[in-house]
């Protein structure tokens, strides 16, 4: 089959460093992956052409670059799936992080953040005198976590990284789960007081990228999800965030459904004197535009909230 | 006639009014028959634990399966967690537990059969883009627009489906008369998850996406998520000024832009509402009855 390839390059050595694309038109066989036809590229066609990667197996992580806009391992993008009919692919380097050159990408911010969040246990009391001993069931949550390669595609495509590098990402919010929740962990209340800052799990926007783009299904923002639990749990509820959290599930317990205005109000704090004041001119076009819903103690009750709120109580029942 | 059970979500019955306003002139110009589910509950949003959400949104799927209805919904939000839970109830074991925990005592049960689909799936899907083009009065020649799609209507792909799914506004736009104008970031997040929690983020995510289309000529943008509306156009003017630029994109509603073409006058519309003015938009349309002879 025909791979038409269109690849970023960039080589930091040229007078003027400057990205532009440069096409590839190859012959390959039907079953080549993107990364045998950028390795057919640079051993036939432009040895200057600089990637990454190592096992071709989808073990390593080393290959992780973006396929058509989204990251992808290149070792495990087959050709025919992403272009049937021999259309253009374009090949790009991870995002969010700095080229070096071509397709290869500075992975120190990547490491940095794995690193913030302390990837070891810290067991708490004294040493056994053998092995640390944690039963399978303990350890079943860990499973998809701890099969993470590395690879970076999630911290590439991250939404929330776009607009923010403090924010600790998906890749290692992922990896901080996979300490807070083994049991041999003696550290997870520090963890989740960490976590419980900005740039923690917070910050996330819940859009599923990483989801999407993780090779092997660790899904780092379900993790994400299960951290801002266990931090709402064990350390309180003591930012936006988790106030956010409570103040949705107070209004659609009592009501049916949301309390849009004073989920904004708790959010931010109902003695948040100087935000409050902060957003009246905002309140004020709201309501002239007669889009402000009436808060709590006006938000009516929905017809079956009392069903709705029913549900709420079992679920606390079992918790408990 | 297309029937479905209406799920019209808090937004549009709250902060977003004019969804709601547009979407039912739109459905009744396209035939489509609804039965407002007036008695459920919030879809939780993906804010509240599936532990809770999903004995909710069993309720709703199951009250829309005692109609023998699909569930439609108008806001990418509810579309992916509902679609997510009924995706989930559909393991007859969990199924099992939610009916016998929560759903039993209200004397219901959820069979697993209740489809969940987008009005703009439902457009596409069971309007058809045939019937949609006939009925078109004013076509959007001349004008740009470009698609937001809101995160859940792109992503997780088990539940949003058919991958064809993720070009359906372009589509639309097309038979329409509009010209769309691509932006890298209509898959992406809007910033509304973080606009209470982290303020700065979600401003930098709306400067970016509104910034893009003005940069590539788009006239408007067009969002099936009310959640992206209340982003996009009520947090724009800050968003700008925080990026230290102009942008004043128009943001519309998917029926919205629909409603338009069909001839629905824009004040009912409620284009009146938005925060980012849309006065150019109305002025670029042709009246009616020049569209209607001039085609």
Same mark, same amino acid.
């Given at each position: 089959m025909q791979a038409n390839l269109r690849v970023r390059r960039y080589d930091p050595e040229e007078a003027e460093p400057s990205a532009r694309m440069q096409e590839y038109h190859i012959e390959v066989p039907e079953h080549f992956t993107v990364l045998d036809a950028l390795i057919q590229v640079r051993e036939e066609e432009d040895p200057s052409l600089a990637l990454r990667c190592s096992c071709r197996?989808?073990?390593?992580?080393?290959?992780?670059?973006?396929?058509?806009?989204?990251?992808?391992?290149?070792?495990?993008?087959?050709?025919?799936?992403?272009? #049937?009919?021999?259309?253009?692919?374009?090949?790009?380097?991870?995002?969010?992080? =700095?080229?070096?050159?071509?397709?290869v990408v500075d992975l120190g911010v990547f490491w940095n953040k794995i690193r913030a969040?302390?990837?070891?246990?810290? #067991?708490?009391?004294?040493?056994?005198?053998?092995?640390?001993?944690?039963?399978?069931?303990?350890?079943?949550?860990?499973?998809?976590?701890?099969?993470?390669?590395?690879?970076?595609?999630?911290?590439?495509?991250?939404?929330?990284?776009?607009?923010?590098?403090?924010?600790?990402? #998906?890749?290692?919010?992922?990896?901080?789960? =996979?300490?807070?929740?083994? #049991?041999?962990?003696?550290?997870?209340?520090?963890?989740? @007081?960490?976590?419980?800052?900005?740039?923690?799990?917070?910050?996330?926007?819940?859009?599923?990228?990483?989801?999407?783009?993780?090779?092997?299904?660790?899904?780092?923002?379900?993790?994400?999800?299960?951290?801002?639990?266990?931090?709402?749990?064990?350390?309180?509820?003591?930012?936006?965030?988790? =106030?956010?959290?409570e103040s949705f599930a107070r209004s659609v317990? =009592?009501?049916?459904?949301?309390?849009?205005?004073?989920?904004?109000?708790?959010?931010?704090?109902?003695?948040?004197?100087?935000?409050?004041?902060? @957003?009246?001119?905002?309140?004020?076009?709201?309501?002239v535009r007669g889009k402000l819903p009436l808060p709590w103690p006006f938000h009516h009750k929905r017809a079956g909230a009392e069903f709705v709120g029913r549900i709420f109580k079992r679920w606390e029942s079992k918790k408990q | 006639m297309n029937r479905f059970a209406f799920y019209p979500g808090c937004v549009s019955k709250g902060s977003c009014p004019e969804l709601y306003e547009s979407v039912e002139q739109v459905m009744d110009l396209l035939d489509i028959e609804v039965e407002e589910l007036t008695d459920v509950g919030c879809s939780g949003a993906g804010v509240l634990t599936t532990e809770v959400s999903d004995p909710i949104n069993a309720r709703t799927l199951a009250k829309a399966e005692q109609m023998g209805l699909a569930l439609m919904t108008i806001c990418s939000t509810c579309q992916g967690v509902i679609g997510a839970a009924a995706l989930r109830l559909q393991d007859p074991e969990y199924r099992a537990f939610i009916n016998?925990?929560?759903?039993?005592?209200?004397?219901?049960?959820?069979?697993?059969?209740?489809?969940?689909?987008?009005?703009?799936?439902?457009?596409?899907?069971?309007?058809?883009?045939?019937?949609?083009?006939?009925?078109?009065?004013?076509?959007l020649e001349g004008m740009g627009f470009s698609p937001f799609y809101g995160c859940y209507l792109r992503r997780p792909a088990d539940v949003v489906g058919r991958r064809e799914r993720r070009t359906y506004i372009e589509k639309i736009t097309e038979v329409l008369g509009g010209t769309v104008v691509?932006?890298?970031?209509?898959?992406?997040?809007?910033?509304?998850?973080?606009?209470?929690?982290?303020?700065?983020?979600?401003?930098?995510?709306?400067?970016?996406?509104?910034?893009?289309?003005?940069?590539?000529?788009?006239?408007?943008?067009?969002?099936?998520?009310?959640?992206?509306?209340?982003e996009l156009d009520g947090e724009q003017t800050q968003a700008a000024a925080a990026a230290r630029r102009t942008i004043e994109m128009?943001?519309?509603?998917?029926?919205?832009?629909?409603?338009?073409?069909?001839? !629905?006058?824009?004040?009912? !519309?409620?284009?009146?509402?938005?925060?980012?003015?849309?006065?150019?938009?109305?002025?670029? !349309?042709?009246?009616?009855?020049?569209?209607?002879?001039?085609?």
């Open positions: 197996a989808s073990i390593c992580g080393s290959c992780a670059m973006r396929v058509n806009g989204q990251a992808h391992l290149a070792c495990k993008t087959r050709l025919s799936a992403v272009a #049937p009919e021999g259309e253009p692919v374009t090949i790009e380097p991870m995002g969010n992080q =700095r080229v070096v050159k071509d397709l969040i302390e990837p070891y246990l810290q #067991p708490a009391g004294p040493e056994p005198e053998e092995e640390y001993i944690a039963s399978d069931e303990s350890m079943q949550n860990l499973i998809t976590p701890m099969g993470c390669i590395m690879c970076g595609a999630c911290v590439s495509d991250c939404t929330a990284l776009e607009v923010d590098e403090n924010f600790l990402g #998906p890749a290692a919010l992922a990896k901080a789960y =996979r300490f807070v929740a083994d #049991p041999r962990d003696g550290a997870s209340h520090e963890r989740l @007081q960490t976590l419980n800052e900005y740039g923690g799990v917070w910050d996330c926007t819940r859009c599923y990228m990483c989801v999407e783009v993780c090779p092997v299904g660790v899904a780092p923002m379900d993790r994400i999800m299960e951290l801002r639990d266990s931090v709402m749990n064990e350390v309180g509820v003591t930012t936006p965030g988790a =106030r956010h959290v317990a =009592r009501s049916g459904w949301l309390d849009e205005t004073m989920l904004a109000v708790d959010s931010w704090g109902r003695f948040n004197i100087p935000k409050l004041l902060s @957003q009246a001119p905002l309140g004020l076009r709201v309501l | 016998k925990e929560y759903l039993a005592a209200e004397g219901l049960e959820y069979k697993g059969t209740t489809e969940v689909k987008h009005f703009l799936w439902v457009l596409v899907e069971d309007v058809g883009l045939d019937e949609l083009k006939a009925l078109v009065r004013r076509p691509n932006i890298s970031g209509k898959g992406k997040c809007c910033g509304f998850p973080s606009l209470t929690i982290n303020e700065p983020n979600a401003l930098a995510m709306t400067a970016k996406h509104t910034g893009e289309a003005k940069d590539n000529g788009a006239d408007a943008m067009v969002t099936p998520c009310p959640l992206c509306h209340l128009p943001i519309l509603h998917l029926p919205q832009m629909v409603g338009l073409a069909l001839g !629905l006058d824009p004040k009912g !519309l409620g284009l009146g509402r938005h925060f980012v003015s849309t006065a150019k938009i109305v002025a670029q !349309l042709e009246p009616v009855e020049a569209a209607v002879s001039a085609t």
